[in-house]
């Protein structure tokens, strides 16, 4: 029931048409009540032999069926229209709490899971509220009437009505194929949906890095609004066919009463025969069977709704303090002071104290699951600290605004995958209001110039989902161009010239080399070679620093650091 109360506060922006589609249900409700009154005319007519008030009576019940068929449809178009925009409001803050809650919740969730909850749980709670708007009320008013006239039915008689069985099929399939057609559509339509939500969770860290939420956000609106279009055209054929058929139901229905009375007159049928089909016209709409669906259909929409709303209720661990201040265009010093960290309870690291001076280029090795990404991740705040401080230029980072804080450091992560859009599109990720040139210059800083300028489409290529179409080493580039577009104070390599071969390598080591002069850089690496000409290389082990120094100077040592540089070079070998 608590769900329940809390699905009601998503109808309170809809209410004038909650109150229009709520007129039309009565006004519905009330012209298929109508009914009988003009059929106790007709039967009147009948059995006066009276042709001119039964072809009265007759027109009159074809008209009150035209009427009700124009309340029907905006009484179902208008519930149609609720129920999507409902659903668009879910699942945009569904969308805007993924790529605003902290990293440590998408460790606790399948991509998978959120993405069935996002798409096909909201689905199943849309069709509980259309149900609810279009079925439950309207419904439950007839069957209230129908009660009284109910045990007046002939069963043998309503046989009759399978005369108008044909042309309804006919039409029920001419409208199938033009809703099918429109479902397609708009099955893409989710489909792409679908596919930014699922390309914003697996890339979240790039996201937040380049504090792209706001784009990403509008982008998500935008699909969705697309998506609504489509959505809308195929409920106004739905909403269209219901009162069509509705209609040749009872032009049919009628027209049999009007033979009818015809043949009574003419002393080929009795008046009791006629009544008792009349009364058949009253369970076409079968209300019964149609609340009996809606119950079970309700109860799955609660139950989606609780899914969906262990979601909303998450709650991020990186909070912004009320009173935190943007920060200035940084130099770039860094100090940890006794920084631990631990996911649930599991220790990653443990008392770090490590300064950085503007400009230095920190390596950082160990072993797998040391704690390096750990580390570097917390300086953006896609986690925080369990305990100590983190300080950029003196100030600490909890005090700064997290998007002014990410918007001076730039992340190019170990497994490059870039967003759908084209080859510019993705160099420009971090800086929308780029021009081509500078995307141009950033691409040949990075030495990727040359293999876009390959392409036949050049820099509008698209580079399909998560950049599949495009190698390893050319996704690297590209990622390392829209780094050097950003312009970051601070850069994150986060193992970046990982699983290339030479020749790609060293034309992303050059690369690097021009991105990280004069910026306070963080390189982790396996690869060891590929730090020899860092100012400090940080050794950590079990999540703690145990050695520190140069390349040189910890060769010499004869340490951790050695051990794993003999051991590579021995596999190199």
């Not at 141009?440 to 050049?458: C, G, H, M, Q, S």
């Amino acid at each position: 029931m608590q769900n329940f109360k809390r699905l009601l506060k998503f109808l309170r922006p809809y209410t004038s048409q909650i109150i229009l589609a709520s007129i039309c249900t009565t006004l519905t409700a009330a012209a298929t009540l109508a009914i009988a009154p003009l059929a106790g005319f007709a039967f009147q007519a009948i059995g006066e032999k009276n042709l001119s008030l039964l072809n009265l009576s007759a027109g009159g019940i074809i008209g009150i069926y035209f009427v009700k068929g124009i309340f029907t449809y905006g009484q179902d178009y208008l519930s149609f229209y609720v129920s999507n925009m409902i659903i668009i409001d879910i699942r945009v803050k569904l969308f805007e709490l993924l790529e605003n809650i902290s990293l440590d919740f998408y460790g606790k969730w399948h991509s998978g899971e959120l993405i069935s909850r996002v798409m096909n749980d909201t689905v199943v709670l849309q069709n509980t509220f259309l149900i609810s708007l279009a079925s439950v009320l309207p419904q439950t008013i007839l069957l209230i009437g129908l009660l009284v006239y109910i045990f007046w039915l002939n069963w043998k008689l309503s046989l009759l009505t399978l005369i108008s069985l044909p042309l309804i099929i006919q039409v029920i399939r001419l409208f199938g194929e033009e809703i099918r057609h429109f479902s397609e559509r708009s099955q893409q339509k989710t489909a792409d949906i679908t596919s930014q939500l699922q390309e914003m969770i697996t890339q979240i860290r790039v996201v937040k890095s380049f504090t792209a939420e706001e784009p990403e956000l509008n982008k998500f609106k935008d699909e969705n609004k697309k998506s609504f279009y489509e959505t809308m055209k195929t409920g106004q054929f739905l909403s269209t066919q219901n009162p069509i058929i509705a209609f040749l139901q009872a032009g049919a229905a009628v027209g049999i009463v009007w033979y009818g009375g015809m043949e009574i007159i003419n002393g080929n049928l009795t008046l009791p025969q006629l009544i008792s089909f009349a009364t058949a016209l009253g369970i076409m709409t079968d209300p019964g069977s149609t609340l009996s669906k809606s119950f079970g259909v309700f109860q799955q929409g609660l139950s989606s709704a609780k899914r969906i709303f262990e979601i909303l209720d998450a709650r991020s661990t990186v909070v912004e303090d009320k009173n935190a201040v943007p920060i200035p265009t940084i130099v770039g010093k860094i100090d940890f002071q006794n920084v631990s960290f631990a996911y649930e309870k599991e220790a990653v690291i443990q008392n770090i104290n490590l300064s950085v001076n503007p400009g230095e280029t920190i390596a950082l090795v160990g072993r797998t699951g040391a704690g390096k990404s750990t580390l570097v991740n917390l300086l953006p705040r896609f986690y925080d600290p369990n305990s100590g401080k983190i300080l950029i230029d003196g100030m600490d980072i909890k005090g700064l605004k997290i998007k002014s804080l990410r918007e001076q450091i730039a992340l190019v992560p170990q497994e490059i995958a870039l967003f759908r859009g084209t080859i510019k599109e993705n160099i420009a990720y971090g800086k929308p209001t780029a021009n081509f040139d500078e995307i141009e210059n950033a691409a040949k800083l990075a030495n990727a110039d040359k293999f876009i300028n390959a392409l036949p489409e050049k820099y509008e290529t698209k580079v399909g989902e998560r950049g599949a179409n495009l190698s390893g080493g050319e996704r690297q580039r590209i990622a390392i161009a829209r780094a050097i577009l950003k312009d970051p104070r601070i850069l994150i390599l986060d193992e970046a010239t990982s699983a290339l071969d030479a020749e790609t390598e060293m034309l992303i080591r050059d690369a690097l080399d021009k991105l990280i002069k004069g910026r306070t850089a963080f390189i982790i690496a396996h690869r060891l070679y590929t730090v020899e000409k860092a100012d400090k290389v940080i050794v950590m082990d079990n999540g703690k620093i145990v050695e520190s120094g140069t390349h040189k100077e910890l060769l010499a040592k004869g340490g951790l650091y050695k051990y794993l540089h003999e051991i590579q070079l021995q596999n190199k070998a």
